[in-house]
């Protein structure tokens, strides 16, 4: 599986983005998908995370109620919309795709993913 994150920007407090992430590869729809971000400094997170089918989904305390992550299993797209965007979210924001098949449960974190989209630039300003 190849993935190729985009919608990254810049942005102001209080905006929304929506990021995508094309996955190519004919078993995407058994992957688990997550959403990962990563600030200068610091440890690479888990802000979202949905089971193969769209369910199950995880949100990071940080992000819950504002993100909302989705996935398109006919064309192998995952997203993820980011509303109400505070300075604190800047990072460079990363999809992944689990290790296993068929989980009913995402992991959340980074080391249970086998493939990494390139990272795309979220910067919000104050």
């Known amino acids: 599986v190849q993935l190729q994150a985009s919608g990254g920007g810049l942005v102001e407090s209080g905006d929304s983005l929506s990021l995508s992430c094309e996955a190519s590869?004919?078993?995407?729809?058994?992957?688990?998908m997550g959403w990962f971000r990563q600030a200068p400094g610091k440890e690479r997170e888990c802000v979202a995370a949905?089971?193969?089918?769209?369910?199950?989904?995880y949100y990071g305390s940080t992000v819950k109620g504002r993100f909302t992550m989705s996935r398109d299993n006919t064309n192998n797209m995952v997203y993820l919309q980011m509303d109400s965007l505070k300075p604190e979210d800047t990072a460079v924001y990363y999809c992944a795709a689990d290790r296993g098949i068929f989980a009913q449960i995402p992991p959340t974190i980074p080391s249970k993913y086998e493939y990494w989209g390139q990272g795309t630039q979220v910067t919000v300003s104050s």
């Open positions: 949905i089971n193969w089918n769209g369910g199950s989904p």
């Open positions: 590869g004919r078993m995407f729809n058994r992957y688990a």
